[in-house]
């Protein structure tokens, strides 16, 4: 009797992408065994331009023959198709609106802010970059208090949608820390992230997917070949 | 029924983004009170107050929480009011993804391109960017015919969310036909969407929400103008300057 949910899970992903990230994260909450197939070259992959011809990107969730793609998508399909585990999303309507908007605004801003720091042209660049995600931090850690109403996690004894949204860039986050000096997650200006850092860090769905840090810093060399990382 | 439902709408009456919730509500059969916004003049009291991180509209504030970001205000209406009226996302999880993905293409990468085509002085740019957006509209006739299966809108036999996020731009497609000539809604190359614009516009929920071609023709026409005296102003000052004048 084939559940919807016993159908065969397969994720296209490359092991830099924070983005891929958060999809290995939610089915590992959920406990959903996958394949996980590793792309090495997305834009001549002909898995990807097959199951992504419009955005010709990854993370893509193949689940039976059916794709599903963007990050945020995939983690709410992931909660809504796997029902047993535990919720990523909360179930009140409002907080479930406060949980997508903080996500978008993750990726619209925080993860651009990032990128303005990684190829800033020159120190007077990368200085606006730096203080537009340091703003951002700030901002996050206002919402890490609202949302966790003292418990460990955004979502608030376990992880949900804004910690696997913002997780998923502590990577990149700490790369940057260690080219430019400047700890974005401090411990006395945001310290609410900071120990939420280590949790999410710890954490059981995380920890095995994790990229380690020294080969991110290194794939940050080769592909940025821009001033911060000399 | 229980407790009095508070429910306001923050927005302005010429974006596409505001005709969303408004939609949405009306789907939902939710009484509201709205409040016009002067983006151009001063923002409210209230508008500054709910969203304080982008100072956007649409806001839709129900019993004094704010719920932000169109589509995302959307969703909350059908999950809020899910027991009543059709259910704006679809109900199995790989349709709302899909829905979710050529929204997110819609917002993302389709509008924008108009945008900036929109916008540039440059013609080639122009050219470019109104290729762009001829082949996203294909793009979007070809998951409407797949996902539509037949039925008069992409919900199926009522609207639903694609047909709110893509509907909305619906009357601007329609004024710029009016004021630039560019047909955008071809019957040659898009026959489906063609024939579901039409049907979206004469929808009873879709009515009296979309303001008036004309009107939108007008509005788009003068903030042509308005940016072309600024830009001309900006050319004025810096000849001035370079000729050694302060203005």
Same mark, same amino acid.
């Given at each position: %009797?084939?559940?919807?949910?016993?159908?065969?899970?397969?994720?296209?992903?490359a092991w830099p992408s924070p983005?891929v990230l958060?999809?290995r994260?939610?089915?590992?909450?959920?406990?959903?065994?996958?394949?996980?197939?590793?792309?090495?070259?997305?834009?001549?992959?002909?898995?990807?331009?097959?199951?992504?011809?419009?955005?010709?990107?990854?993370?893509?969730?193949? &689940? @039976?023959?059916?794709?599903?793609?963007?990050?945020?998508?995939?983690?709410?399909?992931?909660?809504?198709?796997?029902?047993? @585990?535990?919720?990523?999303?909360?179930?009140?309507?409002?907080?479930?609106?406060?949980?997508?908007?903080?996500?978008?605004?993750?990726?619209?801003?925080? #993860?651009?802010?990032?990128?303005?720091?990684?190829?800033?042209?020159?120190?007077?660049?990368?200085?606006?970059?730096?203080?537009?995600?340091? %703003?951002? %931090?700030?901002?996050?850690?206002?919402?890490?208090?609202?949302?966790? /109403?003292?418990? @460990?996690? #955004?979502? @608030?004894?376990?992880?949900?949608?804004?910690?696997?949204?913002?997780?998923s860039?502590l990577g990149p986050?700490k790369v940057?820390?260690?080219?430019?000096?400047?700890?974005?997650?401090?411990?006395? /200006?945001?310290?609410?992230?900071? &120990?939420?850092?280590?949790?999410?860090?710890? &954490?059981?769905?995380?920890?095995?997917v994790m990229p380690d840090i020294e080969k991110l810093v290194?794939f940050?060399?080769?592909?940025?070949?821009?001033?911060? #990382?000399? | 029924?229980?407790?009095?439902? +508070?429910?306001?709408?923050?927005?302005?009456?010429?974006?596409?983004?505001?005709?969303?919730?408004? $939609?949405?509500?009306?789907?939902?059969?939710?009484?509201?009170?709205?409040?016009?916004?002067?983006?151009?003049?001063?923002?409210?009291?209230?508008?500054?107050?709910?969203?304080?991180? =982008?100072?956007?509209?649409?806001?839709?504030? =129900?019993?004094?929480?704010?719920?932000? *970001?169109?589509?995302? $205000?959307? *969703?909350?209406?059908? +999950?809020?009011?899910?027991?009543?009226?059709?259910?704006?996302?679809?109900? =199995?999880? =790989?349709?709302?993804?899909?829905?979710?993905?050529?929204?997110?293409?819609?917002?993302?990468?389709?509008?924008?391109?108009?945008?900036?085509?929109?916008?540039?002085?440059?013609?080639?740019?122009?050219?470019?960017?109104?290729?762009?957006?001829?082949?996203?509209?294909?793009?979007?006739?070809?998951?409407?015919?797949?996902?539509?299966?037949?039925?008069?809108?992409?919900?199926?036999?009522? $609207?639903?969310?694609?047909?709110?996020?893509?509907?909305?731009?619906?009357?601007?497609?329609?004024?710029? *036909?009016?004021?630039?000539?560019?047909?955008?809604?071809?019957?040659?190359?898009?026959?489906?969407?063609?024939?579901?614009?039409?049907?979206?516009?004469?929808?009873?929920?879709?009515?009296?929400?979309?303001?008036?071609?004309?009107?939108?023709?007008?509005?788009?026409?003068?903030?042509?103008?308005?940016?072309?005296?600024?830009?001309?102003?900006?050319?004025?000052?810096?000849?001035?300057?370079?000729?050694?004048?302060?203005?």
């Amino acid at each position: %009797m084939g559940l919807i949910s016993d159908e065969y899970v397969r994720l296209l992903g490359a092991w830099p992408s924070p983005f891929v990230l958060r999809t290995r994260i939610a089915l590992n909450l959920k406990r959903v065994p996958y394949e996980y197939l590793e792309e090495e070259d997305t834009l001549n992959s002909e898995s990807v331009l097959n199951y992504n011809p419009v955005h010709k990107q990854i993370p893509i969730l193949i &689940h @039976g023959n059916k794709p599903i793609r963007e990050s945020l998508n995939i983690v709410m399909y992931v909660d809504e198709t796997w029902l047993s @585990g535990p919720p990523i999303l909360p179930s009140d309507p409002f907080d479930r609106a406060v949980a997508r908007f903080w996500d978008v605004y993750i990726d619209e801003h925080c #993860f651009t802010s990032i990128n303005g720091v990684a190829v800033a042209k020159d120190e007077e660049e990368r200085k606006a970059a730096v203080a537009k995600l340091e %703003m951002c %931090m700030a901002l996050l850690e206002e919402t890490f208090q609202e949302c966790s /109403k003292g418990r @460990g996690f #955004f979502g @608030g004894d376990n992880i949900g949608f804004i910690d696997i949204g913002f997780g998923s860039m502590l990577g990149p986050l700490k790369v940057l820390e260690k080219f430019s000096g400047v700890k974005f997650i401090h411990p006395e /200006k945001t310290p609410g992230l900071f &120990h939420w850092a280590d949790r999410f860090y710890a &954490h059981e769905a995380v920890k095995p997917v994790m990229p380690d840090i020294e080969k991110l810093v290194e794939f940050a060399r080769l592909k940025f070949n821009t001033s911060i #990382f000399k | 029924m229980g407790e009095t439902e +508070e429910v306001k709408l923050l927005g302005v009456w010429y974006s596409p983004y505001a005709i969303r919730p408004k $939609i949405a509500l009306r789907l939902k059969s939710v009484d509201y009170d709205y409040f016009e916004e002067d983006l151009f003049g001063s923002k409210s009291e209230l508008l500054l107050k709910s969203n304080p991180v =982008h100072k956007k509209v649409p806001v839709l504030i =129900h019993n004094n929480k704010p719920i932000l *970001e169109s589509l995302n $205000i959307v *969703e909350y209406i059908d +999950e809020r009011w899910n027991t009543s009226g059709p259910s704006i996302l679809p109900s =199995h999880p =790989h349709d709302r993804a899909q829905a979710r993905f050529w929204s997110a293409f819609v917002d993302d990468k389709w509008f924008p391109a108009l945008k900036a085509a929109a916008i540039t002085k440059s013609e080639e740019a122009k050219e470019k960017g109104m290729k762009e957006v001829e082949g996203g509209l294909l793009q979007l006739e070809e998951a409407f015919v797949s996902i539509s299966k037949g039925k008069p809108f992409f919900g199926g036999e009522a $609207i639903g969310f694609m047909d709110i996020c893509l509907g909305s731009f619906v009357g601007i497609l329609k004024a710029r *036909e009016k004021l630039k000539g560019e047909k955008l809604l071809d019957e040659t190359k898009v026959p489906s969407l063609c024939k579901w614009a039409d049907q979206f516009l004469s929808d009873d929920t879709v009515k009296n929400v979309v303001p008036e071609i004309d009107k939108v023709a007008e509005f788009l026409g003068e903030l042509e103008v308005r940016a072309q005296l600024i830009s001309d102003f900006k050319n004025l000052r810096s000849t001035f300057k370079s000729n050694g004048r302060v203005m």
